[in-house]
């Protein structure tokens, strides 16, 4: 029977510390659960994008590289009862063998619940993550080559570049 690794982010938006990441967890396991946390927030500064475009981010990245036939997705809501957000993701994904993550609370929060969690290596920590490249489209800064072509399109499509720098002014207004 193949065995099945969970991978849990926020994907804001999709880049390529998480396609390493993606292409790291397949040499371990089988098949992949892609869960996309924080389901339920979006146009913020933190999480611009709802689950809908960043699930298209996904799809269009595993699509475009052949992956689709070893991967599912799902999304995971946040919750305020930190002792149940293990029965979420348990409850949102099929059965997985073991988790592969890097963010302290979720391995404690996983592994309090039994599951056996594995750490990533990071490629280029300081640049390819999230909040960076936030940052540099909020400056006009070069984003598209941290992220793979399928989110750049996709970013375009819904106008993400302006409605991160609207959400930053907002954020900012004096």
Same mark, same amino acid.
């Given at each position: ?31 992949? *659960?892609? %869960?996309?946390?924080?389901? &339920? @927030? #979006? ?5 611009? $994008? ?33 002792? *149940?957000? %293990?029965?979420?993701?348990? &409850? @949102? #994904? ?5 988790? $592969? ?74």
């Amino acid at each position: 029977m193949d065995n099945w690794g969970l991978y849990i982010g926020r994907f804001q938006p999709l880049h390529n510390g998480h396609v390493y990441a993606i292409r790291y967890i397949l040499s371990k396991v089988s098949n992949i *659960i892609i %869960a996309i946390g924080s389901a &339920q @927030h #979006s146009y913020t500064l933190i999480n611009p $994008f709802t689950v809908g475009e960043r699930i298209k981010m996904i799809w269009y990245f595993l699509k475009d590289e052949g992956l689709l036939d070893r991967c599912i997705l799902t999304q995971v809501p946040d919750t305020e009862q930190h002792y *149940i957000w %293990a029965s979420l993701v348990k &409850q @949102h #994904s099929p059965k997985f063998s073991i988790a $592969f993550s890097n963010d302290l609370f979720t391995r404690m929060l996983l592994e309090a619940e039994g599951y056996i969690v594995e750490s990533i290596p990071y490629i280029n920590r300081e640049v390819l993550n999230a909040t960076n490249i936030r940052r540099l489209i909020i400056e006009d800064g070069d984003w598209k080559s941290l992220v793979p072509g399928s989110t750049v399109k996709i970013i375009e499509e819904i106008n993400g570049v302006e409605r991160i720098k609207r959400l930053y002014a907002l954020q900012n207004k004096a």
